[in-house]
């Protein structure tokens, strides 16, 4: 009888659910207003839309300098994943087998990036690829990109890792496996979601990365993103409302790709999935 009178009802909770529902509604608004005005047929960037049409997204399929801009921020936001996500696991699994105080200076250099003005980065960046010479290449983008994206999949894993057991490492290492054969085979099949969480977010932060792309990439080695801000500095061109629609649709498509995934793994029977 306690328990029932202390139960807080629906109808109790309205005034919760009707505030989340708002602040929901603040957040993902400027995001979706862009849909419908992919749709216009008008030649500036209208909404409501007075007529519906598909002509800015044939726009942007049939010219070859957004096709080239889209295939030059995939194949950099791929090299990044590629190259962040490894780099991000072993960093976070260094400093979770290190000393607290060692680990905290790590980790404090590590996400500096991320603490810093992103001006600051970009500027340090253009400074660091100009003198390499790999201004304008895709070498340098990729470098300005992990240098961004590092932090996210540092922190990433290294929460997956602080609630991780290492026992069963020294497990297998005692039944004659290497250290490197240990991790392969038992820490990382374990940590596969965070894995792939953080991969994702290195995709994310590498095809939205914009302030490194305008001093790094110039020309026809623009980035997706950068074009899309001459864009609207320049001239005002509809078709990057297309483009944005079509990036809330891959990125929304990822993630539920990624939940529905990890709920699967989690209900298989003895599954390890984190």
């Known amino acids: 009888m306690l328990s029932n009178e202390r139960q807080i009802s629906h109808g109790r909770r309205a005034w919760l659910y009707l505030w989340t529902s708002a602040v929901l509604a603040f957040l993902v608004a400027p995001s979706l207003i862009v849909i419908p005005m992919s749709f216009s047929a008008s030649n500036l960037l209208e909404f409501p839309p007075s007529t519906l049409s598909l002509r800015w997204y044939a726009s942007y399929f049939s010219s070859s300098e957004w096709m080239r801009a889209t295939a030059i921020s995939l194949s950099t936001a791929l090299l990044t994943v590629l190259i962040a996500t490894p780099v991000g696991f072993l960093a ?7 000393t607290p105080r060692l680990g905290s200076v790590a980790t404090a250099i590590i996400v500096l990036p ?8 970009a500027v340090g960046m253009f400074f660091v690829l100009s003198w390499a010479g790999l201004i304008n290449t ?22 997956a890792l602080k609630s991780y ?9 005692s039944l ?12 990382l099949p374990q940590l596969k979601m965070s894995l792939i969480t953080a991969a994702l977010l290195a995709f994310i932060s590498s095809i939205d ?3 490194i792309s305008m001093l790094v990439s110039t020309g026809s080695a623009s980035t997706l993103s ?5 864009s609207l ?5 509809p078709t990057i409302a297309a483009i944005s629609t079509l990036f809330i649709l891959v990125t929304v498509s990822v993630i539920v790709i990624v939940q529905l995934t990890g709920n699967r793994s989690a209900l298989v029977p003895g599954g390890t999935e984190r």
């Open 92 to 98: 976070a699994y260094a400093v979770a087998r290190t």
């Open 114 to 121: 991320t603490i810093l003005p992103h001006i600051v980065v």
């Open 138 to 159: 895709i070498t340098g983008l990729t470098i300005g990109h992990v240098v961004v994206a590092l932090p996210f999949v540092f922190v990433v894993m290294l929460a």
């Open 165 to 173: 057991d290492f026992s069963q490492e020294k497990a297998a290492v």
């Open 176 to 187: 004659g496996a290497s250290q490197f054969r240990a991790v392969i085979d038992i820490t």
């Open 209 to 211: 990365e914009v302030i």
């Open 226 to 230: 950068r074009r899309m801000l001459v």
């Open 233 to 237: 500095t320049d001239v005002i061109d």
